[in-house]
């Protein structure tokens, strides 16, 4: 039996057709719809969103454990996360921490912790926000331009062209990018790859004949760095022109004309 999203995805469980909802969706989205039982992310999230790590769970029970119990031996206790008092199941710790400590400080279960920073659309996972970005630009073609990138600077694999960071993984590296420099992103999304390979170099003429000078690295980090500041400065134009057009558009609203803009 197969097991369609409303966004047009087909699965062959039931379960699976759920994680893609809570990985892939946001709340109140209208084409992220379990078509078999009408759920949305907000109603999967109660019965296998992990309010710890925000990690989709077949079996919430299961793997809650995991985050509660003391050790790993067959008789472990679950420990309260906020006070030294231990019990013998989840639900009994669960019910507790919601009594005795959540309640008092008015946590919720956050639903939507990592936001985009183009639309500021939220999301319950990393890879879920990383996903959700090939919306706004071609991630295999911008990660193969940081490539490029990284070449022209004699960065690491795991380098940061833009903070020289070092991160062990791709995927971590990934969201590095996204998360702490989405307008230099943007920025090298709209270059050429030639315009990356020609970075640091100028062409010269000595005696009718072209050479090509290479700049220091030092030089080429400043043209990145510079890259980076001219990427900020559109964005906060883009703002500000964004702003006074809202506020024309409310003086021509209040001296009494209205109509599209």
């Excluded at 769970?57 to 996360?81: I, S």
């Excluded at 022209?152 to 694999?157: L, S």
Aim: aromatic share 6%; glycine share 4%; with cysteine.
């Amino acid at each position: 039996m197969e097991h369609p999203c409303s966004c047009g995805q087909v699965f062959e469980d039931h379960m699976e057709c759920h994680r893609h909802i809570f990985e892939e969706h946001a709340d109140n989205d209208v084409t992220g719809d379990c078509v078999h039982c009408g759920h949305r992310r907000e109603q999967i999230f109660a019965g296998n969103g992990c309010y710890i790590c925000y990690k989709f769970a077949p079996n919430l029970d299961e793997h809650l454990a995991g985050h509660y119990r003391n050790c790993t031996a067959k008789h472990a206790v679950m420990e309260c996360r906020f006070c030294p008092k231990q019990f013998k199941t989840v639900k009994e710790v669960v019910a507790h921490e919601q009594k005795n400590h959540l309640a008092k400080t008015g946590v919720r279960k956050p639903t939507a912790v990592h936001k985009c920073n183009e639309c500021s659309m939220g999301f319950i996972s990393p890879e879920a926000l990383l996903s959700h970005y090939q919306s706004h630009v071609d991630l295999n073609l911008l990660h193969e331009k940081i490539d490029q990138l990284q070449s022209r600077i004699n960065a690491e694999v795991g380098e940061c062209p833009f903070c020289r960071l070092n991160f062990a993984s791709r995927k971590c590296f990934k969201n590095h990018l996204l998360r702490s420099h989405w307008l230099a992103c943007k920025s090298v999304s709209n270059m050429s790859l030639e315009d990356i390979k020609s970075m640091g170099t100028t062409t010269t003429v000595d005696d009718q004949k072209g050479t090509v000078d290479q700049r220091s690295d030092e030089e080429i980090r400043k043209e990145i760095n510079e890259l980076s500041k001219m990427a900020k400065v559109h964005e906060r134009m883009r703002i500000v022109t964004e702003e006074m057009k809202r506020e024309v558009k409310d003086e021509i609203e209040d001296d009494g004309y209205h109509g599209n803009y």
